[in-house]
């Protein structure tokens, strides 16, 4: 075995490494009768929010209220979300919070004024296209009084059209990227839960106003407040389809979201995650490189490189199964790569410009 042969192997070991140790939401049932307040951002989300009200109505665990945060949508969201709460006797209300001000994002501006309107003890922040399982509430708010702090939930990536398939390595590397489990510092922006008092401690939304990645800074504020934050990944609990709109809503969100959190991933994570990505990109190029006479380091012999190409392609399909539903799209890797490729470099590119457009609202991403 030469040294490429064992560089490639380290890597691929380190991909085990990396994504076999991502915790899932634990069982456990709140002790007392805490009250709880869903909050939920949506702007123009019609389409999803039914999906999230049905399945707060099967929670075992029921909220005392749930308020509706109608972020100026042009698309009757605030009409349907009253339509299904009636239907399924949702103690909700929507509200809608004033024009957004300069300095302020559309989310954390919902979230803001959601908080001042609620009452419950424990605030739960819901994302308008997750889909809870009937116990996934119980659990966080289990976790919640037991950790203390922030916590949050990355949900199961649900596909459903081919083109969905593409964002499967910006799922593992978000996961890969940081610490996950209790008290790692990290929060997820799509399922949180904190107690209202630690909350306003950690200076709220406000505190993250302008930032279009809200979470990544909400935990570093939880923290300077001295309080611990915990991630988990919501497999079996929590999943969401996360860009149905297509394939350009699909490079615009991670975009957004490369744009905006690449720089606060830490650097022994970061570099963890680049020796196994540079594994897999050359895994990526082997054995279409063998096969076509493209320029190629070490042998050219289609068989080791077809051997290294089927073990990444089989260590992909193992490690995303708890991430989303992602299938064939792993057998054809080099497809993935190139989109992840693609997006980094436009990511780049809007990381010079400074501006960012999401939801027809353009954010800086300084």
């Known amino acids: 075995m030469g040294w490429l042969e064992v560089s490639l192997l380290v890597r691929w070991l380190l991909g085990w490494a990396l994504a076999l140790r991502l915790p899932l939401l634990p069982p456990g049932c709140p002790t007392g009768t805490p009250s709880v307040s869903v909050l939920i951002p949506a702007r ?9 009200l049905a399945a707060l109505g099967r929670q075992r665990l029921q909220p005392q209220e749930v308020i509706v945060v109608d972020d100026h949508s042009s698309d009757g969201t605030a009409a349907i979300a009253r339509e299904v709460a009636s ?4 103690p909700l209300r929507v509200i809608q919070p004033p024009p957004l001000p300069e300095g302020w994002c559309g989310k954390t501006w919902a979230l803001h004024h959601g908080v001042l309107a609620s009452r419950g003890e424990l605030l739960v922040f819901l994302d308008a296209d997750t889909e809870p399982g009937p116990e996934c509430l119980e659990r966080l708010l289990a ?3 037991q950790l203390g702090g922030l916590v949050s939930v990355q949900p199961y990536h649900r596909t459903e059209k081919p083109y969905e398939q593409l964002s499967v390595l910006f799922n593992l590397v978000g996961l890969m990227a940081v610490p996950l489990g209790p008290r790692c510092g990290v929060a997820f922006g799509p399922a949180l839960v904190t107690s209202r008092d630690d909350y306003w401690r950690a200076g709220g939304h406000a505190a993250v106003a302008g930032k279009v990645v809200e979470d990544w800074f909400l935990a570093h504020c939880y923290e300077q407040a001295g309080l611990p934050v915990s991630a988990f990944i919501g497999y079996g609990q929590l999943a969401y389809r996360m860009y149905p709109g297509g394939l350009d809503d699909t490079v615009i969100g991670f975009n957004k979201n490369f744009a905006t959190a690449a720089g606060e991933v830490r650097w022994p994570w970061m570099l963890a995650v680049l020796l196994w990505l540079s594994g897999l990109f050359w895994a990526a190029w082997c054995l279409p490189a063998a096969l076509l006479g493209w320029p190629l380091v070490g042998s050219a012999a289609i068989g080791p490189n077809a051997l290294i190409y089927t073990a990444f392609a089989l260590q992909m399909l193992v490690l995303t199964r708890r991430v989303g539903r992602f299938s064939w799209i792993n057998l054809v890797f080099p497809l993935p790569v190139l989109f992840f490729l693609g997006v ?4 780049i590119l809007n990381l010079e410009r400074g501006k960012v457009r999401w939801k027809g609202r353009s954010f800086s991403t300084r």
């Open 344 to 347: 980094f470099l436009m990511a």
């Open 44 to 52: 123009d989300e019609a389409t999803t929010l039914p999906q999230l």
């Open 143 to 145: 976790q919640q009084q």
């Open 87 to 90: 239907a399924r006797g949702l």
